[in-house]
């Protein structure tokens, strides 16, 4: 899509992983250099049905993000839970109640999204309120 003398470039990368990129046009012919690409990435959660059971696997899927060896989100990011459950749920950082990188959803109908961006780097872990044993951690860089 071309807008406003600006390139923009949605793809979707499975995984529910959406990155946008943005790009500058420019005149080649011009003595102006190329303006580098920004990709914002948004990465979404979910809450999985049963996860109000202790025995479900993954009650936040991920679990830990970004997974495995993946480099942490950067920081200015946002991620989106989804409550896929049939019962309320909460996204709450575990730690202090105040302060950078806090967030609390409040209570999740079912069907009900939470986006959070995180403005600072960390590793943030968080919880249900409503079942405490269910917990996540999101890594940002």
Known sequence: ??????????????????????????NFASNTSPTVATAQLTKDIHISVGASIP??????????????N??????????TWHNDDQTFHTVTLQGPSTGPGYFDSGILSPGESYPHMFPTAGTFSYYCTIHPFMKGVVRVG
């Open 1 to 26: 899509m071309i807008l406003n003398n600006m390139i923009i470039l949605i793809l979707g990368i499975g995984s529910g992983v959406s990155v946008i990129f943005t790009l500058s046009v420019f």
């Open 55 to 68: 025995q479900t696997p993954n009650a936040y899927n991920p679990p830990i993000f970004p997974s495995g």
């Open 70 to 79: 993946n480099e942490p989100l950067p920081h200015g990011d946002t991620v």
